[in-house]
């Protein structure tokens, strides 16, 4: 990226900004105070690279935190069939996540997490069928509770750590995801930004949401997102468990 270059406003796409702003000064008065300070964390960054990839992780996760929110809404107005209808277009996008971080992992060599060579085509293929529903997770689970076994969990580095733990659990449901359900890339970002180019995180982000990168962020309501996780839980009988990091 060129050092001057100029960029629209990945969440409004109206107005032009350097790179290293990650947004415009509009869409950020626009946030609550704890998401301002999470956008000056990332400008302090000073890479270009990496904000954008930031960025952009944010903007995809916030498309569904949009079908979290609108869930939560018909069911405070007791609306339930379309709230139903809403989780169901989550476990759409969720499945699309799945297809998305299964072709970043082919870009990344996850042999590093073994001590000798173990073959992961098989994962990768059963991960590919469950998102698009041919098997069920228990067959997948067995599968990742092999590779599991396999990994010298203590003799990593935290970062080949936190590799690991995306790479077993990154198809998981909120079950197992807790809040990382809601901010699925952002953490992917974290986790994995030391084992591929963050331009190629970005790229492979924007080919499989060419929908979310061409439109605007519509605005999450923060009254609502503050409680909704606890009322979809009760509802919905979802459950809250350890993020994906846990081993």
Not at 58 to 87: G, P
Not at 153 to 181: H, I, P, V
């Amino acid at each position: 990226m060129c050092e001057n270059a100029k960029i629209l406003c990945p969440y409004c796409l109206t107005r032009e900004i350097d790179p290293a702003q990650a947004i415009c000064s509009a869409c950020y008065s626009k946030e609550d105070k704890l998401e301002r300070g999470s956008w000056d964390d990332l400008r302090k960054r000073k890479n270009a690279d990496e904000i954008q990839m930031f960025t952009i992780a944010k903007k995809v996760d916030e498309a569904f935190q949009i079908l979290e929110n609108e869930a939560y809404a018909c069911i405070e107005k007791h609306e339930m069939i379309q709230a139903e209808a809403l989780e169901r277009e989550m476990e759409a996008f969720h499945r699309r996540r799945i297809l998305c971080m299964v072709e970043i992992f082919s870009k990344i060599d996850c042999g590093i997490l073994f001590s000798g060579y173990v073959e992961l085509d098989t994962y990768f293929k059963n991960v590919w069928d469950y998102a698009h529903q041919r098997i069920a997770a228990e067959q997948l689970r067995e599968v990742r509770e092999y590779l599991r076994s396999q990994i010298p969990w203590k003799s990593l580095s935290s970062q080949r750590m936190d590799l690991g733990a995306e790479l077993l659990n990154f198809w998981c449901g909120e079950y197992e995801l807790d809040w990382g359900y809601s901010q699925y890339f952002e953490i992917a970002a974290g986790n994995l930004k030391p084992f591929l180019a963050m331009t190629l995180f970005t790229e492979i982000l924007c080919k499989h949401f060419p929908d979310v990168m061409s439109a605007p962020v519509k605005r999450l309501s923060s009254k609502l997102w503050g409680t909704k996780k606890g009322v979809l839980s009760c509802q919905t009988g979802h459950k809250s468990y350890p993020m994906r990091w846990t081993f």
